[in-house]
């Protein structure tokens, strides 16, 4: 991949996975209740991207394809190997959705989910650095 | 009062969740099918739209990043890649929403806090860039959208007043940078070649918002001799220089509480330039051979018509003084030809205000009467084959043929704004004066459309392009060239006296500054008799539209 196309496919995952994972969650009002943060989750998480084209795709799903092109290029970077921590961690909440019982620490949540895009951001610098 | 209605285009459907849920005070938009979510999904989608529903819509929220197929994006002539096409969609987008609708608000989003417009030349104009980043953001968001829609709600009313903004997206940055800097304590520098409007917007805009109870004072210096300019600004006591017979209030104590424009800021003598700045620093003056200081609250507007940091670089202007004055105030006031966009606005309004002046409103009445209006009949503008709009029947129609028109746009305005009202006044005085003088001939007149003279807007256009096309050289045919005050000049017939004087002075002007190779002091003795009247010769010279730059 030339670097160019890397930039692209970094704004894509960008645009698709750090901004649609956060939003849901982040812009819930102050008061919000268990169950809505917890359908905030599973908007955030498994239908992250619902695209004019028609799609719907999730999280994990949005990550693989990311990883699948990209890996061989970002693979040497230091601040890959610390975004793949940083999604596996935010891809892990999707446990709790299974559990209905199990309550959500909205806070840590968001924080969790908010590393995401500010990973892939470090990414793009080192990538742009270098 | 009805809300702001928002339309939303975004290929998700986050941002136009967010207002329906959390902003109640803004209406979406209603779409048909087959748009859903609240939002229009794409670039040509939302054209189409706006092109048949403009008028239901107040604001733009738009997205950077459109992920949709390939046929759905709208070419970006700096993005090559589809995938690069998509991450500056939002670019695309609102330039063509530009072209359409120049008066549309819009206000661009995005979620990325690293998104580079630096790769991707393009003039957002007055846009508001938002960075949608968490939920602190949606106050960020809902400021941006209200201020973009007040802002264009505004810009009709002021337009409906005295200062003719026009709708092109520079002016509009100019108006709401205005609005702001005129409010707090700060100086202006107001920057724009002559005819511009500088003193115009300094007196009826800054002033007038400023909220000042103070009075608005101009500072020409072009008239007082340099020896005498201290005193003029700060002031000076009985007996301070020769021929001060009684104690003397400057400028600045004269505007306390108010506002002082200081025309040609650039010229003012560097030693006068040391003791602005002190008092700019400490808000206080000492009159001539005061012995106390007196405190003064004013604001100061610094007009210049070349570039301060060029007068600074050229060693004119103290750097101190420029970054006192300080460059973040700086506002640049753009020549006609830089906003073309505005010309039909103005020339209409310039027309149908002179229609409307005292001195021109008896001759309009007995046109109208003439062809069977009420007297009281408005005067419009209609300009090429344009219909005119449904319920402007009983109003006089002053038309200008297209090919008219096209003269008046590809004119080059280097008179700019002054220039256009002057040409405009007298367009619409002629075309009015030429019908009276037909009906009292006894030429029966059977409609109230006027068609204004292609010939008349030749003519006034003629003075100034001759003068100033790049290039040209004035009409001399020849000139003495042992006494420099002999000079002949070729004229035409002109249609006032006022322009044929302006032709010859240009000329005369041009022919000395050429001679004197540009000492305005020498140009002073010949003209004035008197060579510390060099301002007086330098402001006239620059009111006749001549530039030393471009000399």
Redesign the interface.
């Known amino acids: 991949m030339t670097k160019?196309?890397l930039l692209?496919?970094l704004?894509?995952l960008?645009?698709?996975l750090?901004?649609?994972i956060?939003?849901?969650v982040?812009?819930?009002?102050e008061d919000a209740s268990q169950s809505e943060v917890r359908a905030a989750l599973e908007t955030a998480l498994m239908r992250t991207?619902?695209?004019?084209?028609g799609g719907v795709r999730g999280a994990e799903d949005l990550w693989s394809a990311f990883s699948e092109e990209c890996r061989e290029s970002l693979g040497p970077l230091q601040s890959f190997e610390e975004l793949q921590a940083v999604v596996v961690r935010a891809l892990s909440w999707a446990e709790r959705l299974t559990n209905p019982v199990s309550s959500l620490d909205r806070a840590a949540l968001q924080a969790d989910l908010?590393e995401v895009?500010a990973a892939i951001?470090r990414v793009?610098?080192e990538v742009e650095g270098g | 009062m009805d809300k702001p209605r928002v339309l939303v285009i975004d290929?998700?459907?986050?941002y136009a969740?967010?207002i329906a849920?959390?902003m109640p005070e803004l209406a979406l938009v209603p779409l048909p099918p087959p748009h859903e979510g609240g939002r229009i999904?794409?670039g040509p989608a939302a054209l189409e739209f706006l092109k048949k529903k403009r008028s239901a819509v107040d604001v733009v929220l738009l997205d950077m990043?459109f992920?949709?197929?390939d046929e759905?994006l709208l070419d970006l002539e700096e993005a090559t890649?589809p995938?690069?096409k998509?991450?500056f969609q939002g670019l695309a987008i609102l330039r063509e929403i530009h072209k359409a609708h120049c008066d549309l608000p819009v206000v661009l989003l995005t979620?990325?806090?690293?998104l580079s417009l630096a790769d991707v030349k393009v003039d957002l104009g007055p846009q508001s860039l938002t960075y949608l980043l968490?939920?602190d953001d949606?106050d960020a968001l809902r400021i941006r959208l209200h201020a973009a829609y007040h802002e264009s709600k505004e810009v009709q009313i002021q337009d409906s007043g005295d200062v003719m903004w026009g709708s092109s997206p520079q002016m509009r940055a100019v108006r709401r940078r205005l609005s702001v800097l005129a409010r707090g304590r700060m100086p202006i520098i107001l920057e724009g070649e002559t005819g511009t409007g500088k003193s115009y917007l300094a007196e009826r805009y800054i002033h007038d918002l400023s909220g000042r109870s103070g009075p608005f004072l101009v500072c020409d210096l072009s008239a007082v001799p340099t020896e005498l300019i201290p005193a003029h600004l700060f002031g000076a006591v009985r007996g301070a220089y020769t021929g001060s017979v009684a104690d003397r209030k400057g400028l600045f104590e004269l505007a306390n509480h108010g506002t002082l424009f200081i025309d040609e800021v650039q010229n003012i003598p560097l030693d006068v330039q040391r003791q602005l700045l002190l008092v700019l620093q400490d808000s206080r003056v000492r009159p001539l051979g005061a012995a106390k200081q007196l405190e003064v609250d004013v604001k100061v507007i610094a007009a210049s018509n070349e570039p301060l940091d060029a007068a600074v670089a050229k060693g004119m202007f103290r750097p101190d003084l420029y970054m006192r004055l300080s460059p973040a105030t700086r506002v640049r006031l753009l020549p006609l030809r830089e906003r073309r966009e505005d010309l039909e606005y103005l020339a209409r309004s310039f027309i149908e205000r002179a229609c409307d002046e005292p001195e021109v409103e008896e001759l309009r009445c007995q046109v109208a009467q003439a062809v069977g209006l009420p007297a009281m009949a408005k005067a419009k503008v209609r300009i090429g084959r344009e219909k005119a709009p449904s319920g402007q029947r009983g109003v006089l129609e002053l038309v200008i043929v297209e090919p008219s028109w096209q003269q008046l746009e590809q004119h080059g305005w280097p008179g700019n704004i002054r220039e256009l009202e002057m040409v405009m006044r007298n367009i619409a005085v002629f075309t009015l004066v030429a019908a009276m003088d037909a009906i009292r001939q006894g030429v029966p007149l059977e409609s109230p459309r006027l068609q204004v003279d292609p010939a008349l807007i030749g003519e006034l256009l003629s003075g100034s392009t001759r003068l100033m096309s790049e290039g040209e050289e004035p009409r001399e045919s020849a000139f003495d060239s042992r006494d420099p005050r002999r000079l002949e000049i070729e004229l035409e017939a002109a249609p006032s006296l006022n322009a044929v004087a302006n032709v010859v002075e240009r000329q005369y002007f041009l022919h000395l500054y050429r001679n004197y190779r540009g000492d305005f002091a020498q140009m002073a003795v010949v003209l004035l008799g008197d060579a510390s009247k060099h301002r007086a010769v330098r402001l006239r010279f620059n009111q006749l539209g001549l530039k030393v730059r471009e000399l």
């Open positions: 160019e196309d692209d496919a704004a894509e960008k645009h698709d750090g901004k649609y956060l939003l849901p982040s812009f819930l009002p991207r619902v695209t004019p084209r908010a895009s951001a793009i610098e | 290929d998700g459907t986050s969740e967010i849920t959390r999904a794409d990043h992920d949709v197929p759905r890649s995938r690069r998509r991450r979620a990325a806090p690293d968490g939920s949606i």
